[in-house]
């Protein structure tokens, strides 16, 4: 059976011995008329019973998972001959991978000594995956129906099934947490990592304050721009300029959107505004880049000529513009929801004290509203940093440094995936200067969330 297939089969399993657990709790008070007699529930015995089938299973099916190829590889190898065995680890890789190739198409009769040296490690390799799989499945079988049998064991009238329950609950969402933390921890390592490795071949200096980036080298040191430019600060610059136009569309109208929307409109216009506005966060950002080169940068660059302005055809204003559109409603819905957060009490007492309705607002609601006003605008604007395929598609990919809105620039993210595109190798300073962005994005919005987490202290202190 395949992974996919054992994981139905486990479930299965699971929701069979939770049924088995209750009945057999059942049997060990004596019937349905004695289950007062225990100490827990039925139920309570079924879902031990079942977190105890699935459990043990799912963690041995990603233990096989895991270490399933490369156990399989070597068993492999060490039936290939002595020749192929001593090779190096790259030309062991291709040779294996054209193995792999062979094993998954129509294996025929072959001539050559070579290929069929292939044929029969094709033939190996087949049969190894097979024996793997019915393993597989044995052992999962098996770890299912020993530990049930494990569990019922234990039964008794006075067997606390709730609590042991409750612990096994306890340690799935310590463990949960955990892989959120190592995850976490495992990008940031390899980020770091191979910053490291850009950074031992480019300067820190040269990429934090170079002006001038092209990230082009050559194969041959006796080609044309062997020694590419990394300086970094016109992306920077470019993604700061896109942001803060964005930004400056986004906020007001949000902001302005929520108020409406939380203290002036009617009941019945609120149900209908909201979620339409919501729509537009579920908007492909592909479409808004669709929009943005189609429709507003064309437009904006009709605009520019009348008024005797020289604007490009991909220019940071029509980027910035329709990104704007895009962040709306996550400053609109965030802000509506901490200014509705705020106790009516304050409203009322300050309506009840003579103030006037935008009164109240300016200096009573948004005030107390202002850690999740905050956290809404640091929000879009992590969503504004991390966008792409807008300023592809309506900024560009050029790396000028300038703050003029009607000139094409990039960001740090294009250049992230342009520097990934195609087939690269990871030991060359373009490939790698790629991790020294990511690492740039990393550290800007961690920046971003401490100062939020300052801001909303500040204030939830003033009005908890």
Same mark, same amino acid.
């Given at each position: 059976?395949?992974?996919?297939?054992?994981?139905?089969?486990?479930?299965?399993?699971?929701?069979?011995?939770?049924?088995?657990?209750?009945?057999?709790?059942?049997?060990?008070?004596?019937?349905?008329?004695?289950?007062?007699?225990?100490?827990?529930?039925?139920?309570?015995?079924?879902?031990?019973?079942?977190?105890?089938?699935?459990?043990?299973?799912?963690?041995?099916?990603?233990?096989?998972?895991?270490?399933?190829?490369?156990?399989?590889?070597?068993?492999?190898?060490?039936?290939?001959?002595?020749?192929?065995?001593?090779?190096?680890?790259?030309?062991?890789?291709?040779?294996?991978?054209?193995?792999?190739?062979?094993?998954?198409?129509?294996?025929?009769?072959?001539?050559?000594?070579?290929?069929?040296?292939?044929?029969?490690?094709?033939?190996?390799?087949?049969?190894?995956?097979?024996?793997?799989?019915?393993?597989?499945?044995?052992?999962?079988?098996?770890?299912?129906?020993?530990?049930?049998?494990?569990?019922?064991?234990?039964?008794?009238?006075?067997?606390?099934?709730?609590?042991?329950?409750?612990?096994?609950?306890?340690?799935?969402?310590?463990?949960?947490?955990?892989?959120?933390?190592?995850?976490?921890?495992?990008?940031?390592?390899?980020?770091?990592?191979?910053?490291?490795?850009?950074?031992?071949?480019?300067?820190?200096?040269?990429?934090?304050?170079?002006?001038?980036?092209?990230?082009?080298?050559?194969?041959?040191?006796?080609?044309?721009?062997?020694?590419?430019?990394?300086?970094?600060?016109?992306?920077?610059?470019?993604?700061?300029?896109?942001?803060?136009?964005?930004?400056?569309?986004?906020?007001?109208?949000?902001?302005?959107?929520?108020?409406?929307?939380?203290?002036?409109?009617?009941?019945?216009?609120?149900?209908?505004?909201?979620?339409?506005?919501?729509?537009?966060?579920?908007?492909?950002?592909?479409?808004?880049?669709?929009?943005?080169?189609?429709?507003?940068?064309?437009?904006?660059?009709?605009?520019?000529?009348?008024?005797?302005?020289?604007?490009?055809?991909?220019?940071?204003?029509?980027?910035?513009?329709?990104?704007?559109?895009?962040?709306?409603?996550? =400053?609109?819905? @965030?802000?509506? %929801?901490?200014?509705?957060?705020?106790? *009516? !009490? #304050?409203?009322?007492?300050? &309506? +009840?004290?003579?103030?006037?309705?935008?009164?109240?607002?300016?200096?009573?609601?948004?005030?107390?509203?202002?850690?999740?006003?905050?956290?809404?605008?640091?929000?879009?604007?992590?969503?504004?940093?991390?966008?792409?395929?807008?300023?592809?598609?309506?900024?560009?990919?050029?790396?000028?440094?300038?703050?003029?809105?009607?000139?094409?620039?990039?960001?740090?993210?294009?250049?992230? =995936?342009?520097? @990934?595109?195609? %087939?690269?190798?990871?030991?060359?300073? *373009? !490939? #790698?200067?790629?991790?020294? &962005? +990511?690492?740039?994005?990393?550290?800007?919005?961690?920046?971003?969330?401490?100062?939020?987490?300052?801001?909303?202290?500040?204030?939830?202190?003033?009005?908890?």
């Amino acid at each position: 059976m395949t992974s996919s297939t054992l994981i139905f089969v486990i479930l299965f399993l699971a929701l069979f011995s939770y049924w088995y657990g209750m009945h057999r709790s059942i049997k060990v008070a004596g019937g349905v008329t004695k289950v007062k007699q225990l100490v827990s529930l039925p139920r309570q015995f079924g879902l031990l019973t079942a977190l105890w089938c699935g459990i043990p299973a799912l963690i041995v099916l990603l233990l096989w998972t895991v270490f399933e190829a490369t156990v399989i590889e070597s068993l492999l190898v060490a039936k290939l001959p002595q020749n192929i065995q001593e090779m190096t680890p790259s030309q062991l890789g291709l040779y294996l991978n054209d193995i792999k190739i062979m094993a998954q198409q129509n294996l025929g009769e072959v001539t050559e000594t070579s290929e069929q040296i292939k044929h029969f490690a094709a033939l190996e390799f087949q049969q190894l995956n097979l024996n793997a799989a019915w393993l597989k499945s044995a052992i999962i079988f098996l770890v299912c129906l020993s530990c049930v049998m494990f569990i019922v064991s234990r039964f008794r009238l006075d067997y606390r099934a709730r609590a042991a329950t409750e612990k096994i609950t306890l340690k799935v969402l310590m463990a949960c947490s955990g892989i959120a933390v190592l995850t976490t921890l495992g990008i940031v390592l390899s980020v770091l990592f191979e910053s490291i490795n850009f950074f031992s071949e480019v300067s820190p200096v040269e990429f934090l304050f170079g002006t001038e980036w092209s990230p082009q080298t050559a194969l041959r040191a006796d080609q044309v721009a062997s020694s590419g430019a990394f300086g970094a600060v016109p992306l920077f610059v470019g993604t700061l300029l896109i942001t803060f136009i964005a930004m400056l569309m986004a906020v007001p109208i949000g902001l302005m959107t929520a108020i409406y929307l939380s203290q002036y409109a009617s009941q019945r216009l609120r149900t209908v505004a909201k979620p339409m506005l919501e729509i537009l966060a579920g908007i492909p950002t592909v479409v808004y880049g669709f929009f943005a080169a189609l429709t507003v940068a064309p437009f904006v660059r009709d605009v520019g000529e009348s008024l005797g302005l020289n604007v490009a055809s991909e220019s940071a204003l029509a980027a910035g513009i329709v990104m704007g559109v895009m962040i709306i409603p996550f =400053v609109s819905s @965030l802000s509506d %929801d901490a200014i509705n957060a705020v106790p *009516k !009490t #304050l409203k009322e007492g300050s &309506l +009840g004290m003579g103030a006037t309705m935008s009164e109240t607002i300016r200096h009573v609601l948004l005030p107390a509203a202002l850690p999740g006003i905050v956290g809404a605008i640091l929000l879009a604007v992590s969503r504004a940093i991390g966008e792409t395929m807008i300023v592809v598609m309506a900024a560009g990919m050029a790396a000028n440094l300038t703050v003029n809105p009607l000139e094409s620039v990039t960001t740090v993210t294009v250049q992230i =995936v342009t520097l @990934l595109t195609g %087939d690269q190798e990871f030991d060359s300073a *373009k !490939t #790698l200067a790629a991790f020294a &962005l +990511g690492l740039m994005l990393f550290v800007t919005t961690l920046a971003l969330n401490v100062v939020a987490l300052k801001v909303v202290r500040k204030y939830r202190e003033q009005y908890d």
